[in-house]
T-cell receptor, first 112, second 109 residues
């Protein structure tokens, strides 16, 4: 199993540009989520999904969209990038209930 | 006040020392995660526990549900243990984790 994969690993954007961070998992997990990690802040939940077709907002959803058309994929879209979105983004997945969460390798995004 | 508090924020140890990292939380939980993140690296799960104690190699995690406190111990520390250790608890929704800010551990040879 590849586990949780994310692309790209690094990305530089200009203010106002849009892009999609890709996330996929091959463990048939119901639950997927996106976090951002900023210095001194810890990981914060952006959006999550409890199954295909179902998404919900986390703690810091503004400026981001998600969709879950399949169990495997959970892309994160930045609609109009801002310097405040410079961060490291992690995708994660887990089975139902209180189960171990598996993290992707992260995407380091810089918005100029 | 953060729902998940870790201490210390930074920790420097000499190789071979016994290390303890603490985590206190204010929310009711069903399970707690200890995670490890190496510099520039991804995040891996070390333990998930809801009671008592778990051991994996030189790592030991304990939890006291009544006191809302967990500890991560590393015995005979080694420079390769240098990493950020993160405590996380499940929030009201079963899938959502609430994270502490992490403890940066540096083990000197």
């Amino acid at each position: 199993n590849a586990g949780v994969t994310q692309t790209p690993k690094f990305q530089v954007l200009k203010t106002g540009q849009s892009m999609t961070l890709q996330c996929a998992q091959d463990m048939n997990h119901e639950y997927m989520s996106w976090y951002r990690q900023d210095p001194g802040m810890g990981l914060r939940l952006i959006h999550y999904s409890v199954g295909a077709g179902i998404t919900d907002q986390g703690e810091v959803p503004n400026g981001y969209n998600v969709s879950r058309s399949t169990t495997e994929d959970f892309p994160l879209r930045l609609l109009s990038a801002a310097p405040s979105q410079t961060s490291v983004y992690f995708c994660a997945s887990k089975g139902g209930g209180y189960n171990e969460q598996f993290f992707g390798p992260g995407t380091r995004l810089t918005v100029l | 006040k953060n729902e998940v508090e870790q201490s210390p924020q930074n920790l420097t140890a000499q190789e071979g020392e016994f290390i303890t990292i603490n985590c206190s939380y204010s929310v009711g939980i069903s399970a707690l995660h200890w995670l490890q993140q190496h510099p520039g690296g991804g995040i891996v799960s070390l333990f998930m526990l809801s009671s008592g104690k778990k051991k994996h190699g030189r790592l030991i995690a304990t939890i006291n549900i009544q006191e809302k406190h967990s500890s991560l111990h590393i015995t005979a520390s080694h420079p390769r243990d240098s990493a950020v250790y993160i405590c996380a608890v499940f929030g009201r929704s079963q899938g959502n984790l609430i994270f502490g800010k992490g403890t940066k551990l540096s083990v000197k040879p």
